[in-house]
């Protein structure tokens, strides 16, 4: 019976790290939409990828000028729910993976989004369900999943016993390639590897 083939979208932050370690996918992709931090996401998921023996692979599409907030080194828009929402993001990214994923004969494709992430209308159970139904209907019939919605941070790493390696290379920072420290990313990035008491 042949195996079902997986990609993950990795963006070399401690959830997508902690999924691509947990699932194993035989293909990752990382996606450069223009965002600030694209070099050091790419840098991290490549050597990420070379640690598992995992294929990587880079997607290329220049959105900044749609972008708002930090992740887009813009004005934060008036809808904005945090500073650095960027509108449809995650539709973005899951179609521009969906586009390489049928080059690739992918079946599934996997994401990484978590319990304090539901603030966002794309960081919702009810969000992956739209989307998944939306793209197993075209050609091709990905199927999206996103099997961390329950989950903290911290629970994922504890979960999926990913290495603390792994983890202390993860890039969150949404303004700066060299972590800034005090962005909501980084903040974030504290707050698990102080609770995984990685101090």
């Known amino acids: 019976m042949e195996s079902i083939k997986k990609a993950v979208l990795l963006s070399g932050g401690i959830d997508s790290i902690c999924l691509t370690y947990g699932i194993k996918p035989q293909i990752a992709y990382t996606i450069d939409y223009g965002q600030t ?15 598992l023996g995992i294929q990587h692979k880079c997607i290329k599409v220049d959105c900044r000028n749609l972008g708002t907030g930090t992740l887009a080194n813009s004005k934060e828009h008036k809808l904005s729910p945090s500073v650095e929402w960027w509108p449809y993001r995650n539709q973005l990214l899951i179609t521009l993976a969906c586009m390489q994923g049928i080059k690739d004969e992918v079946q599934e494709i996997y994401l990484a989004s978590v319990k304090s992430d539901c603030f966002h209308k794309d960081g919702t159970q009810e969000f992956y369900n739209f989307i998944n139904t939306l793209v197993e209907y075209q050609e ?10 329950e989950f903290y941070s911290h629970e994922l790493a504890s979960i999926y016993d990913v290495p603390i390696e792994l983890l202390t290379i993860a890039h969150s920072c949404h303004i700066s390639n060299i972590a800034c420290g005090r962005c909501s990313g980084c903040t974030k990035q504290l707050k698990v590897r102080h609770e995984l008491k990685m101090e």
């Open 140 to 149: 091709g019939k990905i199927k999206i999943f996103c099997p961390t919605l």
């Open 37 to 51: 931090v694209a070099e050091r996401e790419i840098y991290v998921s490549e050597f990420i990828c070379k640690e």
